[in-house]
T-cell receptor, first 116, second 115 residues
Framework: AQKVTQAQTEISVVEKEDVTLDCVYETRDTTYYLFWYKQPPSGELVFLIRRNSFDEQNEISGRYSWNFQKSTSSFNFTITASQVVDSAVYFCALSEATNTGNQFYFGTGTSLTVIP | SAVISQKPSRDICQRGTSLTIQCQVDSQVTMMFWYRQQPGQSLTLIATANQGSEATYESGFVIDKFPISRPNLTFSTLTVSNMSPEDSSIYLC????????????FGPGTRLTVT
């Protein structure tokens, strides 16, 4: 079973619109971490945010905000007033402890296109 | 954070040959990882490169096909052996620390095309 599900494969929005990228995760652990990464067309993954399982406070950083809800196992990412530079593939990831060490599980990514 | 470089950035190779990809990080790190990202797909972990010992491979990946070296805390190589067109992919090196919540930092990737 997929541990991290990003149901939206592709999204297109017009510049200045708000957009929310969904992420649903699955784990039996009580301690885990969630991440968002951005992969622009250049290909390099850029770390955006980390959230631990005990901190459900929403976080805002400029035009970016994240909504973590343990009740629905979701960690959604909202971009406000989108810009063309936001066009990228966004990956949600889960980190949990396994028998062989800490393991990262990536979702399948959401490709965001911001149209000028 | 860490700055990671990979060489080569891209290559076109003939089937049956091998390619070694280098990953260099600007500081000592505990963990180094190798991922494969096939076109339009997510990241799949190939192996964890262990300093001074054999790499730990994920299910579906074997040492004969993807030998990995990690001679020190700042450098690792991944070799893609006896390549076939199915190996065409982006290969990504990432680094991290041993803590559960430690983020991984990624290199720019190596775009490999096998003809």
């Amino acid at each position: 079973a997929q541990k991290v599900t990003q149901a939206q494969t592709e999204i297109s929005v017009v510049e200045k619109e708000d957009v929310t990228l969904d992420c649903v995760y699955e784990t039996r652990d009580t301690t885990y971490y969630l991440f968002w990464y951005k992969q622009p067309p250049s290909g390099e993954l850029v770390f955006l945010i980390r959230r631990n399982s005990f901190d459900e406070q929403n976080e805002i950083s400029g035009r970016y905000s994240w909504n973590f809800q343990k009740s629905t196992s979701s960690f959604n990412f909202t971009i406000t007033a989108s810009q063309v530079v936001d066009s990228a593939v966004y990956f949600c990831a889960l980190s949990e402890a396994t028998n062989t060490g800490n393991q990262f599980y990536f979702g399948t990514g959401t490709s965001l296109t911001v149209i000028p | 954070s860490a700055v990671i470089s990979q060489k080569p950035s891209r290559d076109i190779c003939q089937r049956g040959t091998s390619l070694t990809i280098q990953c260099q990080v600007d500081s000592q790190v505990t963990m180094m990882f190798w991922y494969r990202q096939q076109p339009g797909q997510s990241l799949t972990l190939i192996a964890t490169a262990n300093q001074g010992s054999e790499a730990t491979y994920e299910s579906g990946f074997v040492i004969d096909k993807f030998p990995i070296s990690r001679p020190n805390l700042t450098f690792s190589t991944l070799t893609v052996s006896n390549m076939s067109p199915e190996d065409s992919s982006i290969y990504l090196c990432s680094v991290g620390w041993a803590g559960l919540g430690d983020e991984q930092y990624f290199g720019p990737g190596t775009r490999l095309t096998v003809t």
